[in-house]
């Protein structure tokens, strides 16, 4: 019965895991389809234009994530 409980409380932790994640899960791969919706319609506009527009996203991309995991100056005044 203890074996039974411990497992219902795991399954309990693993789903607020779960419906905590989802939402920035879901959001991320809605980013990630509509810039491939914009980088295949500019494909079928001129093609060398998308791989401008495709790294101009990346470059955007990368500069929004670094600026999100590098740490914060502290206030030491």
Do not use: K
Not at 33 to 41: D, L, M, Q, R
Request: overall charge positive; charged content about 10%; proline content about 5%.
């Amino acid at each position: 019965m203890r074996f039974v409980s411990a497992a219902a409380r795991g399954i309990g932790r693993a789903a607020a895991v779960a419906i905590a994640v989802v939402p920035a899960l879901l959001r991320d791969l809605v980013g990630i389809a509509g810039a491939g919706s914009i980088v295949y319609g500019i494909w079928q506009i001129y093609a060398p234009a998308a791989f401008i527009a495709g790294g101009i996203m990346l470059t955007g991309a990368a500069l929004v994530l670094a600026r999100r995991a590098s740490p914060r100056p502290q206030d030491n005044a």
